[in-house]
Each structure stands twice: as C-alpha cells, then as structure tokens.
C-alpha cells in the first residue's frame, strides 16, 4: 500500500514537470510567432541567431517599417539568407511560391528548397554575391512534387557586423510559357512565310485566316479573311470539266495529291496538287490547312516526254513491219525469178501462185500491224485463249511447213484488260521464235494458259510457250532481251524480245526465260504473267 502511494506520487511529479515543460515550449512558440509577426510589421530591430559559431546578433535597424511592408506587399519572393544559408527571413510571395507555411521555411537551409540540379550554381551565385558583383541565374525551386522556374537574384546585404545575402526569386512559369507559345509561334510562321508551296489556312466557314507569300503571289491579291472559294476557282483533273473544288471537301477530309487546274483573270492556267488535312479544336473542327503546289512545269515536260515516248513507239512499230514483211518479201524475190526463167507454163503458174500467196501474207502483216497500232489506244477486256487463236492462225502456215505440232491447254477463265494488239504482237513474237528455234527438225509447241488470284505476282493469267527447237546458249539467254541482238544473222532484226519485254512492262506484267541446250533435249520455255487489270487508261 505504502509503495504503492510512493508511486503514484512520482507519478504525479513526472506528471506536473512535462506540463511545466509543455507550457514553456508552448510559451516559446508564441514568442518565436510572435517575433517573426513582429519582424514582418516591422516591430522588431534586432534578431539573435544560434549557430554553429555561436550566437550571432543580427540588427534590423536598417529595414524600416515602410520597406518591410513594401517587401511583403510586392510581387517578387524575397528572402535574407545567412551565410551558412539559413533563411533568416523570407516574405508570403515566397513562401506561396515553394508552397509551405512561411514558419516551416524560416531558419531551413535554402539549398534544402531547390532542386539539387541548382545547388552548385546558387553555391557560384553566393560566391560572385559576397565578392560585391551583384549575380542572377535561373533556378528550379522545389514545391511540393513540382519544379517552378525562377529566376535568382542574389545582392551582398551589408549590416552592422556580419554579412548576410538578400534574395529576389522572380516566377518565370508563365514567362517560359510564353517563351516557347512565342517560339513556336515564330518557327510556325517562318515555315509557313518561306515555303515554296502557297498554304491557306481555313476556318470552320471556309475563310482564309492564315496564308503565305507564295499563295498571295499565287491569286495575286490579298486573300486574308476571304472565302477560299471566292478566291480560287479550282476546277478537279479526271473530273467533269465543270467540277469545281469546294473548301468544304477539305474541311470534311483529307485530301491527298489531288490534281487540280487554276484559270486565273488574266488568263494564266495552273496545274496544282492540292492537299489538306484538318485542324482540331477544342470543341471540334476548327478549320484546315491547304497546300498548293505548282506543277505546271512538271506537267509540261511529261508531256513532251509522252510525245517522245509515242515518238519512239511509232519508230519501234516501224521497224517491226520491216522485220515482219522481210521474210515474205524475200520469197517474192526469189519466186519471181524463178518464175521469169522458168519454162513450162504451168511452173510459171505454181511460182506466182506461191509470190501471190506471200504477197497476202505481207499484206495481212501490215494490216496486222496497222490493226495492233490502231487498237493500241484503248484497252479491252480479252480472253488469253482468243488471243493466242488469232496469232496462231497468223502463223498457221510457217507452222505446218516446219513440220510443227501445237498442243495447246487453256484453264484461263478470266479476261484480261489490256491492249490486245500489243500483247497480240507479244505473242506473235514468241511464237515466230520457237518455230525458228524448230525449223528443219520440227518438234512441239506447247501454249497454255492458267491464271491465278493473290500470288506475289498479283491476280492474273501466265502464258507458257515452250518449244522443242534448238534452245540457247547461257550467253544468248544473258542478250535475248537486248534491242539488236540475234543469232539469225540478216533474217531477225534481233528487236523482237526487247519489244515484247517493254510491252509487258507497260501492262504491268513480267517475262522469264527458261532455255536448255543437249544432245539429248533441248528447248526454249518463256512464261509471261499479265495482271488481269494490266492497262488501266
Ligand atoms: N524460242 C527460242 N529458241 C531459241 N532461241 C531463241 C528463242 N527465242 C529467242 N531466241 C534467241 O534470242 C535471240 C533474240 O530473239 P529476238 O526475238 O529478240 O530476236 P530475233 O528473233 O533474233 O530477231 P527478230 O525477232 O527481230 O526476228 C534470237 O536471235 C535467238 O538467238
Ligand atoms: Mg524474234
């Protein structure tokens, strides 16, 4: 009982000295309010500051009343620093700015408030500071999770006895905004202003807000705040001739690439390719941006290289009716002579018959041709088997002379869109080789056609002509595609192989050549692939 009540009462003295000491820490902090209220409106004059090296008396003697207020009221942060960097005094712009209670800044080091990337320049800043060189930088306060750039503006502070550092931090977050709104908005119009392609940027209405040198040069006025529309009368290539452009396309789409024609006042005609692409606002389309390039120039020299092109085709037709009719021709010679010594009658009559015979054939060659020409501008949807039909009926009597047999196999069931008479003159080529690659020893001549759908050709129809004659060299296979090169010496003109490549190359297409030669088989296969949409146009 009696330790019991000993107890208690240590107890209760322990008890009585924390709240003695509760009050007296209490007391304290009201002082340490009261002080830092008594700085802030100037009631107090001198401040004493415990540190490493002791007490250091710190007088406010020069901070009057009126500057202290003005310091408060402004809108910079300003704050005294010591020279170990405790912040001896800071105001509530300061304070709002790193985003703590102005009590928990005062007396913490300043270096503990910044980034650690900015410590070793506020560490320079302070040196340059305390040498009497006043020392600016920009900085990254720490508030809260964020960083807030500030620019740093250290001053040597002079007082009775020791030194102390005076602080502007001055918020740049809105000024680097701005920095880059002003940066970027620089960079975006110098782009625009330099671009060689005339731009216009819409509005939702369709109104030209922004445009270019190179637009206004374009209409030759200025087209600011006018309906695009009303500006430019753009009429759309491969269209009606009457099909006007509309902005209202652009501002419902992409566009890519389109060709488009311009017929200004002054009678001046532009080609132009016209693109857009939107532009999103907050609250949904807020207008598009075109961009007109001039390609008028472009067009004129692919023109004239069309005109050349068709210059050079009409030359290699030339050379084909040569090529084709020389044969024929050759025979008339001979039979004519043979015809004029000849003495029987009835020899006299054989020899015209058969000169008659190979003058229809030059005949039908050249209307051949001029039917190949002819039909070569459009193209048709044809069968491979048609095709293949007409040109052996051409060859048939070469054919049967050279003790040639055709196995023919169709499985193409699909037309081809192409130009008939070229691909007519394609295969008439290949044929007209395989029976001289068999003249004198006869053999097979194999022509198929098979078609397929989605392979890494395309969709399509293969042609095979494969023969039993006396195949080629791996040299004559390295030049067979040459222009001039043949093995026929004044019977080929050696043009035949490199015209059927350039015609299969236009329709999209592909030709291989696969040739053996040996004592025991020979042959020449050549596969031609078409797409079924081989000629477009
Ligand atoms: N089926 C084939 N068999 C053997 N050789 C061939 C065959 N096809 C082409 N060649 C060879 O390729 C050469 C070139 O063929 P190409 O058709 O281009 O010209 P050419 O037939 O000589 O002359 P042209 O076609 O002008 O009459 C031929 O001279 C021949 O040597
Ligand atoms: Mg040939």
Redesign the pocket.
């Known amino acids: 009982m009696l330790s019991k009540d000993l107890q208690s009462g240590k107890v209760g003295e322990e008890i009585e000295i924390l709240r003695s000491r509760l009050a007296e820490t209490e007391e304290k902090l009201a002082e340490a309010h009261d002080l830092i209220s008594a700085i802030r409106s100037g009631e107090v004059d001198a401040l004493v500051v415990s540190g490493p090296q002791g007490e250091q008396v710190f007088t406010l003697r020069g901070a009057e009343y009126a500057y202290r207020a003005l310091i408060e009221a402004m809108n910079e942060g300003a704050a005294t620093i010591t020279l170990d960097g405790i912040i001896l005094y800071c105001n509530q712009h300061l304070a709002d700015l790193m985003g703590q209670p102005l009590e928990q800044i005062i007396g913490r080091q300043f270096v503990d408030l910044i980034d650690a990337a900015s410590v070793d320049t506020v560490k320079a800043l302070s040196n340059r500071a305390l040498n009497g060189v006043p020392a600016k930088a920009e900085i990254e306060l720490r508030s809260g999770g964020r960083l807030i750039p500030v620019q740093l503006s250290l001053n040597e502070m002079r007082i009775d006895g020791p030194i102390a550092l005076c602080m502007v931090v001055t918020d740049l977050t809105q000024t680097k905004k701005w920095e880059q709104m002003v940066s970027a908005g620089k960079l975006a119009s110098s782009i625009l202003e330099s671009s060689a392609e005339a731009i216009a940027v819409c509005d939702e209405t369709g109104k030209i807000v922004g445009s270019n040198a190179a637009l206004k040069r374009l209409c030759r006025c200025n087209p600011q705040f006018e309906q695009f529309d009303r500006i430019f009368t753009l009429v759309i290539k491969d269209v009606d001739p009457s099909t006007r452009f509309s902005i209202f396309s652009a501002l419902r789409g992409v566009i890519r690439a389109q060709e488009v024609f311009l017929r200004r006042d002054d009678g001046t005609e532009f080609t132009l390719l016209l693109s857009s692409g939107q532009i999103a606002g907050e609250a949904g389309l807020a207008g598009c941006v075109l961009t007109l390039t001039d390609i008028t120039r472009r067009k004129q020299v692919e023109q004239a290289l069309v005109r050349t092109e068709k210059l050079a085709a009409v030359g290699r037709l030339a ?2 009716v040569a ?1 084709e009719i020389n044969n024929p021709l050759e025979s008339v010679t001979n039979l004519l002579f043979l015809a004029s010594g000849a003495e029987q009658m009835e020899d006299v009559r054989n020899h015209l018959a058969a000169a008659d015979r190979e003058l229809r054939r030059v005949a039908e060659i050249t209307s051949q041709t001029l039917r190949f020409h002819k039909q070569s501008t459009s193209p048709k949807e044809i069968f491979g088997r048609e095709l293949i039909e007409d040109v052996v009926a051409m060859h048939q009597g070469r054919i049967l002379n050279a003790k040639i047999t055709i196995e023919q196999r169709h499985r193409a069931t699909h037309p081809i869109r192409c130009f008939e008479g070229e691909i007519r003159q394609v295969l008439s ?2 044929i ?3 029976i ?2 068999m003249r004198g020893r006869g053999g097979r001549l194999f022509i198929r056609t098979s078609e397929v759908h989605g392979s890494s050709h395309g969709s399509g129809v293969f042609f095979t ?1 494969a ?1 039993e ?4 060299s791996r040299e ?2 390295e ?5 001039f ?4 010496g004044y ?10 490549r350039e015609i299969i190359e236009r329709h999209r297409g592909k030709i291989q ?1 696969r ?1 053996k030669q040996g004592s025991r088989k020979s ?2 296969i ?1 596969r031609l692939f078409l797409p079924f949409a081989a000629a477009l146009r």
Request: proline share 0%; net charge negative.
């Open positions: 050379a084909s090529h080529n290949l007209t080789n395989a001289d690659s002509v023969d004659g006396t195949g080629m004559t296979v030049k067979a595609f040459e222009a090169f043949t093995t026929k019977n080929g003109t050696g043009l035949g192989l490199w015209v059927c050549l040739s042959g020449t050549v």
